[in-house]
Structures are given as structure tokens and as C-alpha cells.
């Protein structure tokens, strides 16, 4: 990973909205595996979990069923006609009590691990919130782009040394990110395929979310929803770095970022308060 207070991360301030990015990051694994993208996040294997038990049930309830018909199938295959004689009140409630069974069993299961997910992490913006070194990302998504705001030294959005990057996010590992999301022009579906992070870009309202980021490393942020023609080329870089290099960047960012402010340049001052909940 490039400690990055050099000039090319600065650089990538002043890029054009849709410029087209080479990809971001060179996919890790085969276009037919079946398996979910390498997870860089410190809370992610906890959807890889509820994922895992989700198709284990599946695999079950398949093979249970594919097995009572092939039995079915056997069982009666020199039968020219079987009536079918509705059954006792017996069987009936036997069967109505195992479904009601599996169904409280499986779907019961994934709803709790789910409820569970939500309250803890994804919903839990008090981690964020309390932790002091939480860095704060303001986004707006454009077709057909990210753009990212930094408050800069002074930890306050709106002020002269806002570091702008366009699908360029950079962020410290080991620690949250606390992420509000806009859209100017049409919803657009922020993702971090390796974070399990998605999230809706919708006009009018600011979306937030947050994350951690496990390790080091360089991965992408892509557009999960079709907004036009040019979606397919939506994407950005998400880079974690260690939290001195980090620092250094944003420093080296922001201090350009004051020198360059221009006070006319109505487009470039998007951005709101940070919006606590
Ligand atoms: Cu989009």
C-alpha cells in the first residue's frame, strides 16, 4: 500500500466527475465461484455467517424434498392411479405441525441472526458516534461517480480546507467509518462488495451507514443499482491505510485544498452539517 501523502493522491481531487477509472482493484477470485468476495471488514463475517446457515438450510430443505419425491416417485411407480383420499385428521395435523415447525425453525433462525446484525452493527451508530477517532465521510453519488467529502483538519464540513476526492476514498484501518450518503440525480446503490456494505443514494435524503476496516488494503466501491448508461463504469476505490499515512494524506489534502479554495466555484460546495442521530 502506498503511504500516500505524494501528489497522485492529492491529484485525484480535481478529476473530472465521470472520468473513466481503469478497475479499481483486480478481482481476487474466478468469474464462476460461488463464493462472496474476500471480507476486509472487522464485522463482516457475521453476514457470511448468516449467508452460510442460510444455504445450509437450503441444501436441507432441498434434499428433503427431492428425497419424499424420488421416495414418492418409487414408491408408487407401477400405479396406474392413486386417488387421493385428503388424509386423517391425524396426518393432516402431522403435517401442519412439521411445517409449522421447519418453518419457525429455519425462517426463526435467519430473522433473529438478522435482527441481531441490524441492532448491533449495522443500526448501531452509536459505535461511530463514541468513538473519537471515527473518521466522517460525507458522499454524493452523481451519475456516474462518487464524490467524497473530508472535513479536513479543522473536523467541521463546509470550511476551506473540505479535502473533495472523486471515487477516491481513503480511510484509516482499525477504525470506523462513518458514512452519509446523497444522491443529486437518481438513486444509486453504494456498495462494498469486500465490506458487505450496501446502501441506497436517494435524492432528497441523507442514508448512513458505517464500517471498520480489518486490515490494509485497496478494494472497490461500486454502484449496486442501474442508474443510466454509463453505470457499468460507476466505481471508485476504497484504500485503508495505516492510520499515520492516513493522517499525513488528509494533512497534505486539506492544506491544498485551502490554497485552492475558491469561494465562486458554486459546484464544488455541496455538503451539510454532520448529522448526528
Ligand atoms: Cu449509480
Redesign the pocket.
Known amino acids: 500500500m502506498p503511504a500516500s501523502s505524494d501528489s497522485t493522491a492529492v491529484a485525484s481531487t480535481s478529476a473530472p466527475p465521470d472520468a473513466q477509472t481503469p478497475l479499481a482493484v483486480e478481482p481476487s477470485r474466478g468469474a464462476w465461484s460461488l463464493s462472496p468476495p474476500e471480507n476486509a471488514s472487522a464485522t463482516g463475517d457475521r453476514i457470511d455467517a448468516l449467508l452460510a446457515r442460510s444455504h445450509g438450510f437450503d441444501f436441507a430443505l432441498a434434499a428433503v424434498m427431492l428425497g419424499w419425491l424420488l421416495v414418492a416417485v418409487l414408491r408408487f411407480r407401477g400405479a396406474r392411479k392413486v386417488a387421493p383420499d385428503g388424509g386423517t385428521r391425524r396426518s393432516r395435523a402431522w403435517v401442519l405441525g412439521l411445517a409449522l415447525g421447519v418453518f419457525g425453525v429455519v425462517d426463526g433462525t435467519l430473522f433473529l441472526g438478522s435482527e441481531g446484525y441490524l441492532r448491533d452493527v449495522l443500526w448501531n451508530l452509536r459505535v461511530p458516534a463514541e468513538d473519537p477517532r471515527t473518521v466522517r465521510i460525507e458522499i454524493n453519488?452523481h451519475?456516474?461517480s462518487w464524490e467524497a467529502r473530508y472535513a479536513g483538519a479543522d473536523g467541521t464540513f463546509g470550511t476551506k480546507d473540505d479535502v473533495v476526492t472523486w471515487n477516491d476514498l481513503r480511510i484509516p484501518a482499525g477504525v470506523p467509518v462513518w458514512v452519509q450518503l446523497v444522491s443529486t440525480d437518481?438513486?444509486?446503490?453504494f456498495s462494498l462488495p469486500a465490506f458487505r456494505v450496501k446502501l441506497d443514494?436517494i435524492p432528497g435524503r441523507v442514508n448512513q451507514t458505517w464500517f471498520q476496516a480489518a486490515r490494509e488494503g485497496a478494494w472497490e466501491a461500486a454502484?449496486?443499482?442501474?442508474?443510466?448508461t454509463s453505470?457499468y463504469r460507476?466505481r471508485g476505490m476504497l484504500t485503508a491505510m495505516s492510520p499515520e499515512a492516513y493522517a499525513a494524506w488528509l494533512r497534505e489534502a486539506g492544506r491544498q485544498a485551502a490554497q485552492t479554495y475558491d469561494a465562486d466555484d458554486t459546484a464544488a460546495h455541496w455538503g451539510w452539517a454532520w448529522r448526528t442521530p
Not at 437518481?186 to 446503490?189: L, R
Not at 454502484?223 to 443510466?228: E, F, I, K, M, T
Request: proline share 0%; hydrophobic share 40%.
Open positions: 453519488a451519475q456516474w437518481v438513486v444509486h446503490g443514494a454502484c449496486y443499482q442501474h442508474c443510466g453505470h460507476m
